[in-house]
């Protein structure tokens, strides 16, 4: 594994003036990519391979929300601390919050060697937000990758996961069998469905996905940045499948 796929991602998730204790290995040049997909499809396994072979980091704001109730009060930035306030109001956190975490973080864009932004942008407004950041920062986006299975696919996918009580491993009935059934191959752990991934629960989640989504898809279809990739039956054909558009050798 690579020193960047190692990398702590600290100044990602703290922002400000944190600093990532591990420094990538020089790419060839800097990839900047954004990555779209519905909950469920695989897109954090894509980033993470992507990341393995362009060198650019995964910069997820599904990681600094997870992370946010762990951050000290004293090192809590305005943006995060604002965050959440609407999270613990069960409140969906707005654009413009969004996009103050982002800017909070302005050093994260710049890593040389490139970034993949993960669950950012979300709307068209947060998507004309971070253009407009970028233009400042003399940066520019190589693509918008949009991961995309037909919904009873994802369902299958999700519907199927089984994860372990103990050690939260995490099995599929399908794809991915304990050697004994509802019990976990690590720790002996007893196997359950997770209330969001019953089908029903899934289901709504990926309408909602679809209607945030393509207005979003949409915008950067007309900007012809948008890279569609169908997602193959294992992650590695869905990882050769986004080489092969990008023109990047596999």
């Known amino acids: 594994m690579s020193d960047h796929a190692q990398r702590d991602k600290t100044a990602w998730i703290k922002g400000h003036n944190a600093q990532c204790r591990v420094k990538p290995g020089k790419p060839t040049r800097p990839w900047r990519f954004v990555l779209l997909g519905a909950p469920g499809i695989g897109k954090g396994t894509q980033a993470e391979l992507l990341s393995q072979r362009l060198g650019s980091c995964q910069l997820s704001t599904g990681d600094v929300f997870r992370a946010a109730k762990g951050i000290a009060e004293s090192e809590r930035s305005p943006a995060i ?12 956190v707005p654009d413009a919050t969004v996009v103050a975490l982002v800017k909070e973080r302005l050093h994260c864009l710049h890593c040389e060697g490139g970034f993949l932004l993960d ?9 004309e937000a971070l253009e407009k950041l970028l233009e400042e920062e003399k940066l520019s986006l ?5 991961y995309e299975l ?73 900007k012809g940045q948008l890279v569609r990739i169908e997602c193959g039956a294992v992650p590695q054909d869905t990882f050769q499948r986004t080489l092969q558009a990008l023109k990047i050798a596999g």
């Open 81 to 92: 601390r604002e965050a959440l306030d609407y999270m613990k109001a069960g409140k969906l």
């Open 119 to 127: 669950g950012f942008p979300r709307t068209v407004a947060q998507a």
């Open 150 to 222: 037909p919904v009873e696919q994802v369902l299958d996918r999700i519907s199927g996961r089984r994860v372990c009580s103990s050690c939260k491993a995490s099995f599929h009935v399908k794809d991915l069998k304990p050697r004994v059934e509802g019990v976990c191959d690590h720790c002996g752990g007893k196997l359950f469905q997770r209330e969001d991934d019953r089908p029903e629960a899934v289901r709504v989640r990926l309408e909602t996905y679809e209607e945030s989504t393509a207005p979003l898809i949409d915008y950067y279809q007309k």
């Open 142 to 146: 190589d693509g918008v990758i949009s």
